[in-house]
């Protein structure tokens, strides 16, 4: 059976950083519990705790925790109210979808004295005659149930009444645990009998095997295979429809018979899967004879280039983006690579011989692909030839071009090859004033000397 573990509680205890001892809350549902046990020691500060739809068949080992306000256990196969004494806060209390027969057993809450909702709702015990007087008159602290208040004039008329509420449900709970007596023989005598129906075919399909020879094993071992599938196929079919179709009442064994059948069955179907991946043949990468095959199970595309300029052979394989790089395993080797992606092969035949040692691998950060580098064993001289001719051409121009720089940084210029026109001499030059356009250069003024009879040179002027 299913029982809490303490992987399981830190898991659920993400939102608490994975820390248990200091738990408030937790959420244990649907996780096929057949066993109630270790919280109150884990989680000594537990206060919301949910435990809906599990296998619970009894309500065990929350009595120490004191700070639990509300506890939801419905959808378990829980049958009586017990060991919740200790749970002195405890505020609210779900046994919804239940197999509550024994309503005295809800007397064991008068302890909680801060408990205010109840839900009983789909258990046996909803139908008794008076259930709901015989809660309300038991339970005095409290307010609500099965989402309904509780009145105070309801309440006063169920004490009244509760003596003679009391013997009924009594009565009740006699005739039903009776009844529960007899669906828990009638459920151990299907199982009895499933039990022995599966040794039986057991048996028979071991009887049968045996009587065949080995020689028929060989020779019909694939058609065999087919029949005995096909076979196995339509058991299980009419075996389902079977038990899916055969009326059994809703008690906690047919419950637990049902999740227990379903298991199995999960179970059968991974066995098969697992078995048919045992036997699938390997991917042949290399024949018999040597020679080595192209393959590529991953389905991945991929490019093969040339680099004649570098002399190389580049693969670029189209691997998934977000795959991490630690599925993958790259082999290099002279005449063929081989790439497995997540254990699926990719292998290809190179046209030339390469150099696996000075090989590398590389991925790209934007797309994912793996880039694999594989330079050739065989050298190519005319491709280094042309590299160096190309790189002596490129130091003769600056070569060239330096020369030329330094030339010019000396150059003068000789009037008699470069001649410049004068701008002073564009237009000609025109006698007459007062007409024609501006004279670019001022006329030269001869000056004539005159002498006057009458001039003194005075210095003192």
Same mark, same amino acid.
């Given at each position: 059976?299913?029982?809490?573990?303490?992987?399981?509680?830190?898991?659920?205890?993400?939102?608490?950083?994975?820390?248990?001892?200091?738990?408030?809350?937790?959420?244990?549902?649907?996780?096929?519990?057949?066993?109630?046990?270790?919280?109150?020691?884990? @989680?000594?500060? $537990? *206060?919301? =705790?949910? +435990?809906?739809? &599990?296998? #619970?068949?009894?309500?065990?080992?929350?009595?120490? !925790? %004191?700070?639990?306000?509300?506890?939801?256990?419905?959808?378990?196969?829980?049958?009586?109210?017990?060991?919740?004494?200790? @749970?002195?806060? $405890? *505020?609210? =209390?779900? +046994?919804?979808? &239940?197999? #509550?027969?024994?309503?005295?057993?809800?007397?064991? !809450? %008068?302890?909680?004295?801060?408990?205010?909702?109840?839900?009983?709702?789909?258990?046996?015990?909803?139908?008794?005659?008076?259930?709901?007087?015989?809660?309300?008159?038991? +339970?005095?602290?409290?307010?609500?149930?099965?989402?309904?208040?509780?009145?105070?004039?309801?309440?006063?008329?169920?004490?009244?009444?509760?003596?003679?509420?009391?013997?009924?449900?009594?009565?009740?709970?006699?005739?039903?645990?009776?009844?529960?007596?007899?669906?828990?023989?009638?459920?151990?005598?299907?199982?009895?009998?499933?039990?022995?129906?599966?040794?039986?075919?057991?048996?028979?399909?071991?009887?049968?095997?045996?009587?065949?020879?080995?020689?028929?094993?060989?020779?019909?071992?694939?058609?065999?295979?087919?029949?005995?599938?096909?076979?196995?196929?339509?058991?299980?079919?009419?075996?389902?429809?079977?038990?899916?179709?055969?009326?059994?009442?809703?008690?906690?064994?047919?419950?637990?018979?049902?999740?227990?059948?379903?298991?199995?069955?999960?179970?059968?179907?991974?066995?098969?899967?697992?078995?048919?991946?045992?036997?699938?043949?390997?991917?042949?990468?290399?024949?018999?004879?040597?020679?080595?095959?192209?393959?590529?199970?991953?389905?991945?595309?991929?490019?093969?280039?040339?680099?004649?300029?570098?002399?190389?052979?580049?693969?670029?394989?189209?691997?998934?983006?977000?795959?991490?790089?630690?599925?993958?395993?790259?082999?290099?080797?002279?005449?063929?690579?081989?790439?497995?992606?997540?254990?699926?092969?990719?292998?290809?035949?190179?046209?030339?011989?390469?150099?696996?040692?000075?090989?590398?691998?590389?991925?790209?950060?934007?797309?994912?692909?793996?880039?694999?580098?594989?330079?050739?064993?065989?050298?190519?001289?005319?491709?280094?030839?042309?590299?160096?001719?190309?790189?002596?051409?490129?130091?003769?121009?600056?070569?060239?071009?330096?020369?030329?720089?330094?030339?010019?940084?000396?150059?003068?210029?000789?009037?008699?090859?470069?001649?410049?026109?004068?701008?002073?001499?564009?237009?000609?030059?025109?006698?007459?004033?007062?007409?024609?356009?501006?004279?670019?250069?001022?006329?030269?003024?001869?000056?004539?000397?005159?002498?006057?009879?009458?001039?003194?040179?005075?210095?003192?002027?």
């Amino acid at each position: 059976f299913l029982s809490v573990t303490e992987e399981l509680v830190r898991r659920r205890a993400e939102h608490n950083n994975c820390e248990i001892f200091s738990l408030e809350e937790i959420s244990l549902h649907q996780h096929e519990i057949e066993k109630l046990e270790y919280l109150d020691k884990w @989680c000594r500060d $537990l *206060k919301i =705790l949910y +435990l809906q739809n &599990n296998l #619970i068949p009894k309500i065990e080992n929350v009595g120490k !925790l %004191k700070k639990l306000e509300y506890l939801n256990v419905a959808l378990n196969n829980i049958e009586r109210i017990e060991n919740l004494e200790g @749970c002195e806060e $405890l *505020k609210k =209390l779900d +046994l919804t979808a &239940n197999f #509550i027969g024994e309503l005295s057993s809800i007397e064991a !809450l %008068k302890y909680n004295i801060h408990l205010k909702e109840l839900f009983l709702v789909g258990n046996p015990c909803t139908e008794f005659e008076g259930y709901r007087q015989f809660v309300v008159a038991t +339970l005095h602290q409290l307010k609500c149930l099965d989402s309904k208040e509780i009145e105070r004039s309801e309440r006063i008329q169920a004490l009244q009444n509760y003596p003679e509420v009391k013997q009924k449900i009594r009565e009740q709970e006699q005739a039903y645990l009776l009844k529960r007596a007899r669906e828990k023989e009638e459920a151990q005598r299907r199982m009895q009998e499933r039990k022995d129906k599966k040794q039986k075919q057991m048996e028979s399909k071991l009887g049968f095997d045996s009587s065949d020879s080995l020689q028929n094993k060989e020779n019909h071992q694939a058609e065999g295979d087919r029949e005995q599938e096909t076979w196995r196929t339509v058991e299980d079919d009419e075996e389902d429809r079977r038990f899916w179709e055969e009326p059994t009442p809703y008690t906690p064994e047919s419950r637990l018979e049902t999740h227990r059948y379903i298991e199995e069955k999960r179970r059968a179907k991974d066995n098969i899967r697992e078995s048919k991946k045992r036997e699938k043949p390997l991917q042949t990468l290399v024949t018999a004879e040597g020679k080595v095959l192209n393959v590529n199970v991953p389905k991945l595309h991929f490019s093969l280039k040339d680099d004649e300029e570098n002399n190389q052979i580049i693969l670029d394989l189209a691997v998934y983006r977000h795959l991490d790089t630690s599925l993958l395993d790259v082999d290099v080797q002279p005449t063929y690579i081989r790439v497995l992606v997540k254990g699926k092969p990719f292998q290809l035949v190179l046209p030339e011989e390469v150099k696996p040692d000075s090989s590398s691998a590389k991925r790209s950060q934007t797309t994912g692909h793996l880039v694999v580098s594989m330079p050739k064993a065989k050298e190519i001289i005319l491709a280094k030839q042309k590299v160096s001719t190309s790189i002596k051409d490129s130091d003769c121009n600056i070569l060239q071009k330096n020369a030329r720089s330094v030339q010019v940084e000396k150059l003068e210029v000789d009037p008699s090859k470069y001649s410049f026109p004068d701008v002073t001499k564009i237009i000609q030059k025109k006698e007459q004033i007062g007409q024609g356009p501006i004279r670019l250069q001022p006329e030269k003024i001869t000056e004539t000397k005159k002498s006057y009879a009458d001039f003194e040179n005075n210095e003192d002027v």
